[in-house]
């Protein structure tokens, strides 16, 4: 029954947002563009609070994964336009549409293998140092690819198509929590908090706790591919720079805010964090504050980084930790 | 031959570097277990802390380069780092003692990142110049060296060198004979019982993130001596280098952390230097720490000194 449910909630909402969509045009680039940016964040958030919130991971290189989605998707749309060419006869937007589905999901699956080589070796470890071997998987991902001409190396590479429309980022962040909160709430997501809970009590169950993390690590890294997909499609210029470390500090502030653990807190999260640094923007434009002052607020990194030091200190388990978004009796 | 002797002495220089930094991160965690991750932005601060002494220093020998001056700005940053990493240790961490370790390390990466970017706002984002202390260039070698006259060795690198080992005599001079030293070497066995035998693990604490901050400004120091650019997001790679550096060495071991920061330094500049003949990219240098930890986690997670802790339930 619950299932259901929640199918016929994800097809509503992917009727709203195919609604919604329709509007896209009305709406002032700028609050667009953040639009599109809070669409992309949720995906990132939500699927990295796979790993660190449910599976009690640290992974500090989810921006790693989300640039191998984004380079895979966009040498994709780039070097095989014949493909739309021999879809052409379907119609230009069902064409279109199995085509950037198709690159979103070489995207994804290329970040998720990847996510799966890096996964395999790196959980064995646990706490800090999975944190910084994740951080330096991350990093070595991105210098690779600064190093590689032809993928432009660290001039960066420019996206032609603009693929990510509003619908696309939406429907693709729908999907994404459809499946993370029914994989939580699956048999695969009891494995999940157990070996978050206690992992040697989980293994001496004889729950193979590798296979777990595993499994949420590369299918959180196949949803930041897809984000990386989507992301690529619509800011149409990707750089390795882009995808640094601060990236992949910026989505753990947004799980740790939420709460990790959360899906809704996560959502809620991506988007205050999005908006916040426009909102601080718009604020240092205000004539009357103390010059000093101005400069603080276009820094977004500042406020981020307080918040996450007084989080801590004041409540480690988020704005809504410890608050699933809807219970079930198991 | 000379080349590689050459890379050799380079690389010992950057080692010697890395080595203080990971002392700070190997102290840290022998007392607390965890990783304090803005301890690579106190070696920046070192290097700004340096920045703004210097000229008020060098007025008293008109502006000119001079050793004293050298050594008192080099005391006066390991101080003001001392001090930087008592105040973080009891502002940030202190009230999460008894809390989970990822709650620490998440507050760690939080202290950094204000750092890096109160930095950017403070000392401005832009690169600076830092004063000429000591007058560097490069030794002149006598001509009966014969072929190790074409070496170049810089005033700048015998001294960071020199400078590392009196840092590091100090250093076991502390640790294994003074009182705080032996308390600080109990702290990391068992806390519970240091507090049992009247050692206030408070300010034992505060001691090695005093002792730990410490070094690493004088790596800032040091290393503005031998590259003047300083930016306040110099202490990203390093920082994290020096990290890998100790994990290498044996977290938690302080003769571990000096032999891990100096092979880390000579293996990273010879793979540059060396990057045409082993078909490796210069542009992959920062990723050589990375490579080097996973192998290291992954056959001795260990490190090289470090001891086998069992897990207890």
């Known amino acids: ?330 | 031959m000379i080349e590689f002797i050459q890379q050799l002495i380079n690389g010992l220089s950057l080692g010697a570097i890395y080595a203080l930094i990971a002392l700070g991160y190997t102290m840290v965690y022998g007392v607390l277990r965890f990783i304090n991750f803005a301890h690579g932005d106190v070696f920046m601060v070192g290097a700004f802390a340096g920045f703004y002494i210097a000229p008020a220093v060098l007025k008293f020998s008109n502006g000119n380069p001079s050793w004293t001056g050298a050594a008192i700005v080099l005391i006066l940053a390991m101080v003001i780092c001392a001090i930087l990493g008592i105040v973080i240790e009891k502002l940030a961490y202190r009230p999460l003692r008894d809390r989970p370790r990822l709650t620490v390390l998440i507050t760690a990466i939080g202290v950094s990142l204000f750092l890096e970017n109160f930095g950017q706002y403070a000392f401005g984002v832009d690169p600076q110049f830092f004063p000429d202390l000591i007058g560097d260039h490069a030794i002149t070698i006598p001509a009966w060296c014969g072929p190790f006259t074409d070496l170049t060795i810089m005033v700048s690198q015998v001294l960071v060198f020199v400078i590392t080992i009196v840092l590091l005599v100090a250093l076991r001079f502390i640790v294994m004979k003074t009182k705080l030293g032996m308390a600080m070497r109990a702290l990391s066995v068992n806390p519970l019982a240091t507090s049992l035998m009247g050692v206030n693990n408070d300010v034992v604490i505060s001691f090695t993130f005093g002792l730990g901050s410490a070094l690493a400004g004088a790596a800032g120091i040091l290393i503005s001596i031998q590259q003047p650019s300083i930016d306040p997001l110099m202490g990203l790679q390093p920082g994290i280098k020096a990290f890998v550096a100790a994990v290498l060495g044996g977290i938690g071991n302080i003769p571990g952390a000096a032999l891990g920061g100096v092979l880390l330094g000579v293996i990273e500049t010879l793979v540059v230097g060396y990057s045409d003949r082993l078909h490796i990219p210069s542009g992959y240098r920062d990723a050589v720490a990375f490579f080097l930890l996973i192998l290291i986690l992954l056959f001795k997670p260990t490190g090289l000194l470090g001891r086998v802790e069992r897990e207890k339930v």
């Open chain 1, 1 to 330: 029954m619950m299932i259901e449910r929640t199918k016929v909630i994800l097809i509503a909402s992917l009727a709203l947002i195919l609604a919604a969509s329709h509007f896209s045009s009305h709406i002032d680039p700028y609050y667009y563009d953040i639009t599109l940016s809070i669409g992309i964040n949720i995906i990132l958030a939500v699927s990295l609070n796979l790993v660190n919130g449910y599976t009690g991971q640290f992974s500090l290189g989810h921006m790693g994964f989300m640039a191998v989605g984004a380079y895979t998707a966009t040498i994709f749309t780039t070097y095989l336009p014949g493909l739309l060419r021999i879809l052409a006869p379907l119609g230009s937007l069902l064409s279109v549409s199995i085509f950037f589905g198709l690159a979103l999901a070489v995207g994804g699956i290329a970040a998720g293998i990847i996510g799966l080589l890096v996964g395999i070796p790196s959980l064995r470890l646990k706490g800090d140092y999975l944190a910084i071997v994740t951080l330096g998987f991350g990093e070595i991902i991105r210098v690779i690819i600064e190093n590689v001409d032809a993928l432009g190396g660290a001039r960066g590479l420019s996206v032609t198509a603009v693929y990510s429309k509003l619908f696309w980022v939406y429907a693709m962040a729908a999907v994404t929590i459809y499946v993370v909160l029914n994989l939580v709430n699956s048999t695969y997501g009891r494995g999940f908090l157990s070996v978050r809970d206690d992992e040697i009590a989980a293994e001496a169950m004889g729950i193979n706790t590798t296979k777990y993390k595993v499994l949420a690590f590369s299918l959180a890294a196949f949803f930041a591919g897809i984000a990386g997909g989507l992301y690529a499609h619509f800011k149409q210029f990707i750089t390795p720079d882009g995808f640094n470390f601060m990236g992949s500090i910026s989505i753990v502030t947004m799980v740790i805010l939420g709460g990790m653990g959360s899906t809704g807190g996560a959502v809620i999260a991506a988007i205050l964090l999005t908006i916040l640094p426009e909102v601080l923007r718009k604020v240092s434009d205000y004539p009357f504050l103390p010059h000093w002052l101005v400069p603080l607020l276009k820094n977004q990194m500042i406020p981020y980084s307080l918040l996450l030091i007084v989080m801590m200190l004041t409540r480690p388990q988020g704005l809504f930790g410890g608050i699933p978004l809807k219970r079930k009796s198991a």
